[in-house]
């Protein structure tokens, strides 16, 4: 459509300057140009996407195939992430921190998981509920997904918790986007928070290495 719009005012105008055009082999070009620009116009106007069969989720490179063996992926390395957690602290999900943290922290890795596979693709899944679903049944069944809710709702009536429920959704989505960003078998801030550890996240650690250097000036 864009060569249209181009091509077409172009041959008018050099038309009008030239008073005219000519005969012979420079005439033939030009309504050649002229020609196939209205007809790029009448396609472009008649199809505004190009003609592209496909749109939204039934577009073959992002097809539910494509984004169900990344929930499996993903779902494996949070899998092992609380088994981890629960050989070696014996439980995990007790404290309603913890269903915060696990709700904001999938919903972030999710995202940028999607984003650096899938480039802009990724808005087809972020928000939604059945990926995730997916991801947690296959975690934990039926447990996973209600951690998710409970953590969910907890940051709905964050003005209502007894702890700060907004400073724990940040270190989720860090935790999350790092996570995502390392790769998928370096998955491992759930663990650390369920079991109680530092985080360390980059920003932190960048904080950190701030505050020192003006410790010693």
Same mark, same amino acid.
């Given at each position: 459509? !864009?060569?249209?719009?181009?091509?077409?005012?172009?041959?008018?105008?050099?038309?009008?300057?030239?008073?005219?055009?000519?005969?012979?082999? &420079? +005439?033939?070009?030009?309504?050649?140009?002229?020609?196939?620009?209205?007809?790029?116009?009448?396609?472009?106007?008649?199809?505004?996407?190009?003609?592209?069969?496909?749109?939204?989720? $039934?577009?073959?490179?992002?097809?539910? &195939?494509?984004?169900? @063996?990344?929930?499996?992926?993903?779902? #494996?390395?949070?899998? #092992?992430?609380?088994?981890?957690?629960?050989?070696? @602290?014996?439980?995990?999900?007790?404290?309603?921190?913890?269903?915060?943290? !696990?709700?904001?922290?999938?919903?972030?890795?999710? !995202?940028?998981?999607?984003? +650096?596979?899938?480039?802009?693709?990724?808005?087809?899944?972020?928000? =939604?509920?059945?990926?995730? #679903?997916?991801?947690?049944?296959?975690?934990?069944? @039926?447990?996973?997904?209600?951690?998710?809710?409970?953590?969910?709702?907890?940051? &709905?009536?964050?003005?209502?918790? $007894?702890?700060?429920? &907004?400073?724990?959704?940040?270190?989720?989505?860090? %935790?999350?986007? %790092? $996570?995502?960003?390392?790769?998928?078998? @370096?998955?491992?801030?759930? %663990?650390? !928070?369920?079991?109680?550890?530092?985080?360390?996240?980059?920003?932190?650690? =960048?904080?950190?290495? #701030?505050?020192?250097? %003006?410790?010693?000036?």
């Amino acid at each position: 459509m !864009f060569y249209g719009l181009v091509s077409v005012p172009a041959i008018v105008v050099y038309a009008v300057v030239t008073d005219g055009i000519k005969g012979g082999r &420079e +005439y033939d070009i030009l309504m050649i140009i002229f020609w196939s620009g209205v007809l790029s116009f009448g396609i472009g106007f008649l199809w505004p996407d190009g003609g592209d069969k496909y749109s939204g989720n $039934d577009r073959p490179d992002i097809s539910r &195939e494509l984004k169900i @063996k990344f929930c499996n992926e993903i779902g #494996k390395s949070v899998h #092992k992430q609380i088994r981890d957690t629960v050989e070696v @602290k014996g439980q995990a999900f007790a404290d309603p921190r913890e269903v915060v943290f !696990f709700y904001a922290y999938l919903d972030q890795l999710v !995202f940028s998981y999607f984003e +650096y596979h899938l480039s802009d693709t990724l808005r087809l899944i972020t928000d =939604d509920y059945d990926y995730k #679903k997916h991801i947690c049944d296959g975690v934990l069944p @039926k447990r996973a997904w209600d951690y998710y809710t409970r953590g969910h709702g907890i940051s &709905e009536l964050s003005d209502v918790a $007894d702890f700060d429920v &907004e400073a724990i959704l940040s270190m989720g989505r860090a %935790a999350g986007w %790092a $996570d995502a960003n390392d790769g998928l078998h @370096k998955f491992y801030r759930l %663990a650390k !928070f369920l079991r109680g550890e530092d985080l360390l996240l980059a920003f932190e650690l =960048d904080q950190a290495i #701030k505050d020192k250097t %003006a410790v010693i000036d």
